[in-house]
């Protein structure tokens, strides 16, 4: 900086040199050289934006038009379609366990996976001994799994059973429960009077497909059915294999 001024300085005095010498001088003397260039001045400020030009002219045949400037950002365009489907992506992370729901309603399982009867004997005449005690009277028989004919039933669904027998007798009773010939348990009652009586036996079963299931009794048969002294068996299905 202190050398700017000094050159400024010099400058001043070699331009109003000769003007002192020509008014004390009656003649002027030789002009002088010229003086040094100053140092550029710096840049000035940007102007502002000006006006939108007007159209150029069309192209010519024959040339290739050069790339302009880039323009401004325009506005967004509308929303365009939507595109085809990706890839099927990673499975992400399993997500947090939810609350738990409100309790469901009562289901019912499917028909092909019930098997219940409940069928009663309505005669006074006692049974066969060591063959199978025949129920003709249906209540229930879901599926047809019981058959009134035989006095058996059948398993059509391997699973575990429960049955249940109440006898009316007049004399004295033993009834077993059979599964395949094999007796699973007895029951008796021996009447030591006129009067009449009730019996009852049930038993919890496993059964595989096509095995049978009956009621049987030996010399002891006083079993009856007649109007208020019923004698019923039942079975039902409480859960498949």
Not at 109 to 123: C, D, G, N, P, Y
Not at 195 to 221: M, Y
Request: some cysteine; proline content about 8%; glycine content about 14%.
């Amino acid at each position: 900086m202190f050398t700017h001024h000094i050159t400024t300085a010099t400058l001043v005095a070699m331009v109003l040199l000769p003007a002192v010498a020509m008014e004390n001088c009656p003649s002027a003397g030789t002009p002088g050289l010229p003086g040094i260039p100053g140092i550029p001045g710096r840049d000035g400020r940007d102007g502002e934006k000006g006006e939108k030009g007007e159209p150029g002219l069309p192209l010519k045949p024959g040339l290739v038009a050069q790339k302009g400037q880039k323009g401004e950002h325009g506005p967004p365009g509308p929303p365009g379609k939507i595109g085809r489907s990706g890839a099927k992506g990673v499975q992400g992370f399993p997500g947090l366990e939810g609350l738990m729901g409100d309790k469901g309603m009562v289901g019912v399982h499917k028909l092909e996976l019930q098997s219940a009867f409940s069928v009663t004997r309505r005669t006074k005449a006692h049974p066969i001994p060591r063959s199978p005690v025949r129920f003709t009277n249906v209540i229930t028989n879901l599926n047809n799994h019981y058959n009134v004919d035989t006095g058996k039933f059948v398993c059509h669904i391997p699973g575990t059973y429960y049955f249940v027998y109440h006898a009316s007798s007049e004399a004295s009773l033993c009834v077993s429960l059979v599964r395949d010939g094999q007796n699973l348990a007895s029951f008796c009652d021996h009447v030591t009077s006129n009067l009449n009586q009730v019996s009852s036996g049930g038993l919890t079963v496993n059964l595989n497909k096509d095995q049978a299931v009956w009621l049987e009794t030996n010399d002891h048969k006083g079993m009856i059915g007649v109007d208020g002294k019923q004698s019923v068996f039942s079975g039902f299905l409480l859960y498949p294999y």
